[in-house]
């Protein structure tokens, strides 16, 4: 609902799309995008490559996959982002999003098969930024 009211904002009704799905990129409608946006689901993803392929697939030659992933989390930052949790929610954490999964190698060696040009930005070993053309 967030993303449909601020592309209406942008005026880009009649040019952006936005689709929800259920994590199989076969079910994703349409076969021909310039760009799609992820955020923080990737490094999620059991089978990452086969997942990968398909969504490659379904982006036009020359399109683009642009993705904000969690860098693999250290013991000290998952402890301490399990630590505020735990204060500003006043209970015990067990939620999956805090375990140390991550962008690491194998992921990356993922994106350079199945797209022709990757490039990785990171920020304060937080967060990588990935943008991956067809």
Same mark, same amino acid.
């Not at 799905?21 to 955020?39: E, L, Q, R």
């Not at 697939?57 to 642009?66: C, D, H, S, T, Y």
């Given at each position: 609902k967030k993303a449909s009211q601020e592309i209406s904002h942008w005026g880009l009704?009649? *040019?952006v799309s936005v689709h929800l799905y259920d994590g199989n990129p076969a079910h994703i409608p349409g076969d021909s995008y310039d760009y799609v946006f992820t955020k923080s689901v990737l490094v999620l993803i059991p089978d990452f490559d086969p997942f990968l392929a398909d969504?490659?697939?379904r982006i036009k030659a020359g399109g683009e996959l642009l993705s904000a992933e969690n860098l693999p989390l250290g013991t000290w930052l998952h402890d301490s982002k399990r630590f505020i949790y735990n204060i500003l929610f006043k209970r015990r954490?067990?939620?999956?999003?805090?375990? *140390?999964?991550?962008?690491n190698v194998h992921f990356l060696r993922a994106f350079d098969r199945h797209f022709s040009s990757v490039t990785i930005y990171r920020r304060l070993g937080l967060v990588a930024a990935i943008r991956a053309i067809k």
């Amino acid at each position: 609902k967030k993303a449909s009211q601020e592309i209406s904002h942008w005026g880009l009704i009649d *040019r952006v799309s936005v689709h929800l799905y259920d994590g199989n990129p076969a079910h994703i409608p349409g076969d021909s995008y310039d760009y799609v946006f992820t955020k923080s689901v990737l490094v999620l993803i059991p089978d990452f490559d086969p997942f990968l392929a398909d969504l490659a697939e379904r982006i036009k030659a020359g399109g683009e996959l642009l993705s904000a992933e969690n860098l693999p989390l250290g013991t000290w930052l998952h402890d301490s982002k399990r630590f505020i949790y735990n204060i500003l929610f006043k209970r015990r954490l067990h939620w999956v999003a805090f375990e *140390r999964k991550g962008v690491n190698v194998h992921f990356l060696r993922a994106f350079d098969r199945h797209f022709s040009s990757v490039t990785i930005y990171r920020r304060l070993g937080l967060v990588a930024a990935i943008r991956a053309i067809k």
